[in-house]
């Protein structure tokens, strides 16, 4: 799967971003983009074909190994991804807009195209809500489908065509453990960020329109 898009869309984002989403840019495409390419990736590769029960009953295998892994983490992952970092076209397109909307009119409409004020504002809350109700679904989605953030090293399956309860074994789960807490730990840092920005925009934009009003006020 290539990335290059994804790398391209951040980079294009932290033009824009405060210094707090520079550092939501550098947790994405470090802490979770690049592990996931190097490492975990790697990890669940096999995971169908190192998945072994202790019986040979055609079919029971599968059908063990599709109860408990509904979907692939590796997909899940990717996925997750892709949707917490989507969002942020909505200010790249904004920001397109500005600069096109300025090139139409031969003048300059705004101080700066990428300054975050007005309707970029406003655009730039709406992609860190986005991003956030995303990180929150993807973490509940993992832990429903799952049964918790753990990696068990043996589950026990009894569904047909099985013709009784039967063992079956993940391969390396310690391994999978780890990562699969450093990703979820990575999205959650990614959560306070998200809320941190928010709350620093809305706070800054409060302070200026009191100040603002508060001028006029004294004029």
């Known amino acids: 799967m290539s990335w290059r898009f994804l790398c391209d869309l951040l980079s294009g984002v932290n033009k824009y971003s405060t210094g707090i989403g520079r550092v ?8 979770r983009l690049l ?50 970092s989507t969002p942020s076209l909505l200010v ?37 809500i986005l991003k956030t109700g995303f990180e929150i679904v993807f973490l509940v989605l993992f832990y429903k489908l799952y049964n918790g953030f753990k990696v068990p090293h043996l589950v026990k399956c009894d569904m047909r065509p099985c013709p009784n309860t039967v063992d079956c074994y993940i391969s390396k789960p310690t391994e999978k453990m780890i990562f699969l807490y450093f990703l979820v730990a990575t999205s959650c840092l990614c959560i306070v960020l998200n809320l ?19 001028i006029k006020r004294c004029q």
């Open 196 to 214: 941190s920005e928010l709350s620093y925009l809305i706070f800054k934009y409060s302070i200026k329109c009191y100040l603002k009003r508060h």
């Open 24 to 31: 939501w840019v550098a947790v994405v495409f470090i802490f």
């Open 92 to 128: 790249v397109f904004h920001v397109a807009y500005r600069e096109n909307r300025e090139k139409h009119h031969n003048r300059r409409l705004y101080r700066s195209p990428g300054e975050i004020d007005g309707g970029l504002l406003c655009t730039y809350l709406i992609s860190l």
């Open 35 to 84: 592990v996931y390419v190097v490492a975990a990736e790697n990890i669940w590769k096999y995971e169908h074909d190192e998945f072994e029960c202790n019986i040979k009953q055609p079919g029971c295998e599968n059908v063990c190994f599709d109860h408990f892994f509904p979907v692939s983490h590796v997909r899940l992952w990717a996925l997750q991804l892709i949707m917490v």
